[in-house]
């Protein structure tokens, strides 16, 4: 899953693709270095970022969604919005990516009567979800990370987001469990959650790892800037596969994309 963030202040790539021209110039890119999917992010959701308006979200996903919808390639959304997940999946979007487990109180739609982020997604029976687990909220979340031990919490977290979307009617097999590396953990619970990785396994849902750039990743390098955290990425990248992750959402598509294909032709040979 390729990350293409269309923000000013995201904190690896704040601003660097927020021009139509370029996100698309990233966007080719992304697919032609092997991303099976790109996920788009108009919204930051990096530690202490101010939330989006409604309108200038919209404003910033729409003309792209629909220019790559022509592609024919599979698009993700990285939303908690129920308005802009409405409007990405009425255009044809295939993935809801949600930081905030379709939980998040959206006011405008909720004041209106319009659908529950839960909702719009048991409404659009063949699209995908994401569902994540993040402690408090992106302004708070590393100001007062969680306490004690981070895997059972998780686990039980992301078992009752999965029960009460089936419960909507949302199939099994639509869904995918994301425990939420960096938002709201201290670097030792991040990796925590990458050693005991595969005690999620047992929930029965395919597991969606984002490493790509984390600060903890950083924490153990030296201090490495996001820029910098490469080759840190790759690796923890390809641990999280080990440990039994089914999409990996990276910046760096190409160096990945080759660190999988050394470690699946090693699978090949051991049988």
Request: aromatic share 4%.
């Given at each position: 899953m390729g990350i293409l963030n269309l923000t000013p202040d995201s904190f690896s790539d704040g601003g660097q693709y927020l021009r139509p021209e370029a996100a698309l110039r990233q966007a080719e890119r992304l697919l032609a270095e092997g991303a099976d999917v790109?996920?788009?992010?108009?919204?930051?959701?990096?530690?202490?970022?101010?939330?989006?308006?409604?309108?200038?979200?919209?404003?910033?996903?729409l003309p792209l969604l629909r220019e790559l919808l022509?592609?024919?390639?599979?698009?993700?959304?990285?939303?908690?919005?129920?308005?802009?997940?409405?409007?990405?999946?009425?255009?044809?979007?295939?993935?809801?990516?949600?930081?905030?487990?379709?939980?998040?109180?959206?006011?405008?739609?909720?004041?209106?009567?319009?659908?529950?982020?839960?909702?719009?997604?048991?409404?659009?029976?063949?699209?995908?979800?994401?569902?994540?687990?993040?402690?408090?909220?992106?302004?708070?979340?590393?100001?007062?990370?969680?306490?004690?031990?981070?895997?059972?919490?998780v686990h039980?977290?992301?078992?009752?987001?999965?029960?009460?979307?089936?419960?909507?009617?949302?199939?099994?097999?639509?869904?995918?469990?994301?425990p939420g590396i960096g938002f709201g953990k201290t670097v030792e619970q991040n990796f925590a959650l990458l050693a005991r990785q595969r005690e999620l396994l047992a929930l029965g849902y395919p597991l969606l790892l984002g490493w790509s750039r984390k600060s903890s990743l950083g924490a153990v390098t030296g201090g490495a800037p996001a820029a910098e955290r490469l080759h840190a990425s790759v690796a923890a990248a390809l641990l999280a596969l080990e440990r039994g992750a089914s999409v990996l959402r990276v910046h760096d598509v190409?160096?990945?994309?080759?660190?999988?294909?050394?470690?699946?032709?090693?699978?090949?040979?051991?049988?």
């Open positions: 790109l996920d788009l992010g108009a919204e930051s959701t990096r530690p202490g970022a101010t939330p989006l308006p409604l309108d200038e979200e919209l404003q910033r996903l022509r592609w024919q390639v599979p698009i993700s959304i990285d939303t908690y919005k129920p308005e802009v997940m409405q409007a990405c999946l009425e255009l044809g979007a295939d993935i809801i990516n949600d930081v905030w487990a379709l939980r998040h109180p959206a006011q405008g739609a909720l004041a209106q009567g319009g659908p529950s982020a839960e909702a719009v997604v048991a409404q659009h029976p063949n699209c995908g979800v994401c569902l994540m687990h993040m402690h408090r909220e992106p302004q708070t979340m590393q100001s007062a990370p969680m306490s004690g031990d981070v895997l059972p919490q039980d977290f992301l078992a009752q987001r999965a029960q009460a979307l089936q419960a909507l009617g949302v199939a099994r097999a639509r869904i995918v469990l994301d190409a160096p990945t994309v080759q660190a999988l294909k050394v470690w699946q032709a090693m699978r090949e040979q051991a049988g």
